[in-house]
């Protein structure tokens, strides 16, 4: 059997298809592993250099074929917060794949010898907003369905891992953004581009990010060493960020000079209780990864300035 670090390690990737999995399959072929990945049944998509497999992680079909002979599984397959969300009970539809499909996951990958188990998780798990810097020993107050589908994913993850005799660690992600990111940041992008003054409630806000960069250079660091097993880490950018901070960044990767409208408090209060998206620009919510920094000797590779010029030139081929 082949240690974890070894060149030839065989990885899978749930969910490969999406947005930090196509940037993680990429670098981990780069890297020297052979890489499989799960796509739902029925997706055509094609992942350069990948072998993909067909499952259904909620009822569990094809996840044995799947991860036979894997030595670690890397579990991003979710359902993520959605912008609009349809459902009429959507805790119970996030609670379907982000727990019942994680449990299935995971049973899966012990049930042919995976010996270590990564699961991707969510700083929301933790809540929406604190006044303090919060770190992997906070109590944990998700307020959303999707914050409380991740908090619970990872208590099936912590119990079902118990006498698996497997490796197994929880990373708890904030904001994630990027080439090939569809949420708030591309919105800015065009904002800046359009040459639109960029509304300002609380210049003073702080936000916890990462660039997707990041994301793959901690998960990277992560398989040249043996983690402690049941371990939960933060991950993130070296520094937060405020709403200015990013909106100047994206324009000076345009060659534009930001333009800002300053907003009473009213309007901030009025907006924060009309919008999750309205908060994650306007509030502040930071977290710390010092202990994931101090535990591999981690320092995470790419600035704001980075990610946001690599995000730009991404936003700009993508629009044409």
């Known amino acids: 059997m082949k240690n974890v670090g070894d060149?030839?390690?065989?990885?899978?990737?749930?969910?490969?298809?999406?947005?930090?999995?196509?940037?993680?399959?990429?670098?981990?072929?780069?890297?020297?592993?052979?890489v499989r990945g799960t796509v739902t049944e029925g997706d055509a998509t094609v992942?350069?250099?990948?072998?993909?497999?067909?499952?259904?992680?909620?009822s569990g079909n094809g996840l044995l074929d799947a991860f036979?002979?894997?030595?670690?599984?890397?579990?991003?397959?979710?359902?993520n917060h959605m912008l609009k969300e349809r459902s009429e009970e959507p805790l119970t539809e996030y609670r379907k794949v982000n727990v019942g499909g994680t449990r299935n996951v995971l049973?899966?990958?012990?049930?042919?010898?995976?010996?270590?188990?990564?699961?991707?998780?969510?700083?929301?798990?933790?809540?929406?907003?604190?006044?303090?810097?919060?770190?992997?020993?906070?109590?944990?107050?998700?307020s959303t369905p999707y914050g409380i589908s991740k908090l619970e994913s990872e208590e099936a993850v912590r119990a079902e891992?118990?006498?698996?005799?497997?490796?197994?660690?929880?990373?708890?992600?904030?904001?994630?953004?990027?080439?090939?990111?569809?949420?708030?940041?591309?919105?800015?992008?065009?904002?800046?581009?359009?040459?639109?003054?960029f509304p300002v409630f609380h210049p003073e806000n702080l936000?916890?990010?990462?660039?997707?960069?990041?994301v793959v250079a901690g998960i990277l660091a992560l398989l040249k060493v043996s983690p402690a097993a049941g371990t939960t880490y933060i991950l993130k950018d070296r520094e937060?960020?405020?709403?200015?901070?990013?909106?100047?960044?994206i324009c000076n990767a345009l060659g534009k000079k930001p333009r800002y409208l300053p907003l009473p408090s009213l309007a901030v209060r009025m907006g924060g209780s009309l919008s999750e998206d309205f908060r994650k620009i306007t509030g502040s919510f930071r977290v710390s990864s010092a202990k994931f920094e101090k535990d591999f000797h981690f320092v995470p590779?790419?600035?704001?300035?980075?990610?946001?010029?690599?995000t730009v030139e991404w936003y700009k081929r993508s629009a044409r």
């Open 68 to 79: 036979e002979g894997a030595e670690v599984v890397i579990h991003l397959a979710a359902r």
């Open 207 to 214: 936000r916890s990010m990462i660039y997707v960069g990041n």
């Open 240 to 249: 937060d960020y405020s709403s200015t901070m990013v909106y100047s960044a």
């Open 107 to 142: 049973r899966a990958a012990s049930a042919v010898g995976t010996k270590v188990f990564f699961h991707m998780s969510s700083v929301k798990a933790m809540g929406e907003g604190s006044e303090k810097v919060l770190d992997e020993g906070d109590v944990c107050r998700p």
């Open 161 to 197: 891992a118990v006498g698996m005799g497997m490796t197994v660690m929880i990373l708890r992600l904030p904001m994630v953004y990027g080439p090939g990111n569809k949420g708030n940041l591309p919105r800015m992008i065009h904002w800046a581009e359009n040459g639109y003054p």
């Open 301 to 310: 590779p790419f600035t704001l300035e980075e990610g946001i010029e690599r």
């Open 47 to 58: 992942v350069q250099d990948a072998l993909l497999h067909p499952v259904d992680v909620c």
């Open 7 to 34: 060149r030839y390690l065989i990885i899978v990737v749930t969910g490969c298809t999406g947005f930090i999995g196509t940037h993680l399959v990429t670098a981990l072929v780069n890297h020297g592993y052979e």
